[in-house]
């Protein structure tokens, strides 16, 4: 048996909201490793919005969240996708849903008065519909000999981000940071498996050597390949090893890189619609953000400008850039 990760991120360009790393790991047959996933669980799921006749969306975030009706896909396949993962319950409030997903995070939210009430948000769904969705999806899954072992991501708050982006100059470095504390979480559990890890790229790199070798000095570094698609390594410790592949446009092509970049969606717009509500209910006639550059710096200037009585704390809303 193999175990595929795949790592992604949401909100790494917006001023407004947190940015989150998430990661899901699924156990196969190793033959499958290099299928097509939508197709395996076809029963189940689908890539398209389009005839899904029950079946779960995954596919990249930015095609699965429409802001006209909110969450409602997004949560759907994230709460499905987590009652399959053995002993997980429902969330019934934001706050259990936050914690669930990113149980190391989750306690830095106390500190912001717009995250305060998030367990007197409910989760609302169609218990039903989820009900049979997930049952779809765990059948699929056992008939393939698959399994989703984990989903969990990092949910990086404005002052978080800011003190990390402060200490190291440079955002990126503290993304690809967590992108490896997730990939040594998964040498930690599944390294003595055939453990392979696909990261979708970021930016225009295609050698990843230097700052895998000083992230994971301890581990013997080999390359595999390095070009304008993929950058491929081994990472090799004692009986651990690990295949891990930075892939242009892996939020599209690699299903769990697909369920990652859903979930850390899902968790940032269920703090934005917060971030959102608490200051529309303070500064009357203010327009909602998504939190990216121009709008989200809209949003800023507008309180300022047209609600100079509302206070709040600069450094835990608006991250550097």
């Known amino acids: 048996m193999s175990v595929l990760v795949g790592i992604d991120e949401a909100g790494y360009g917006p001023i407004l909201g947190p940015l989150t790393i998430f990661c899901s790991a699924f156990r196969m047959p190793r033959e499958k490793l290099a299928a097509d996933m939508w197709q395996i669980l076809g029963r189940s799921v689908s890539r398209s919005k389009k005839r899904l006749a029950g079946r779960l969306i995954i596919c990249d975030s930015k095609k699965a969240f429409d802001r006209s009706v909110g969450v409602s896909s997004l949560q759907r396949t994230i709460l499905c996708a987590l009652g399959c993962i053995g002993g997980s319950s429902m969330p019934a409030n934001i706050r259990q849903a936050v ?12 500190e912001y008065p717009w995250y305060h009430k998030l367990d007197a948000c409910p989760i609302i769904t169609d218990q039903a519909d989820i009900g049979i969705a997930r049952h779809t999806l765990l059948n699929d899954l056992q008939n393939n000999s698959m399994e989703i072992l ?10 978080h981000y800011n003190e990390l982006v402060e200490k190291v100059r440079n955002k990126a470095s503290v993304l690809f940071t967590h992108v490896c504390r997730h990939i040594q979480a998964a040498i930690d559990n599944w390294g003595r498996e055939d453990l392979q890890i696909v990261i979708d790229r970021q930016g225009g790199r295609d050698n990843y050597a230097p700052l895998l070798r000083r992230m994971f000095g301890q581990m013997e570094l080999e390359i595999i390949r390095q070009d304008s698609r993929m950058s491929s390594y081994q990472l090799r410790y004692g009986e651990k090893t ?3 592949h930075f892939v242009v446009k892996a939020d599209e092509n690699y299903l769990p890189v697909c369920l990652a970049s859903m979930a850390g969606k899902y968790v940032r717009e269920l703090l934005m619609d917060r971030i959102n509500e608490y200051f529309l209910s303070r500064c009357p006639g203010l327009a909602p953000t998504a939190g990216y550059w121009q709008d989200g710096s809209r949003f800023i200037r ?4 047209n609600h100079p009585t ?5 450094n835990k809303l608006v991250r550097m850039k």
Do not use: F, T, W
């Open 99 to 110: 914690e669930m997903l990113c149980p190391d995070s989750a306690h830095q939210l106390n």
């Open 150 to 159: 984990a989903m969990r991501g990092y949910c990086l708050d404005a002052g």
């Open 242 to 244: 690990v295949r891990l």
């Open 302 to 305: 507008e309180i300022k400008d």
């Open 310 to 314: 509302c206070q709040y704390d600069y």
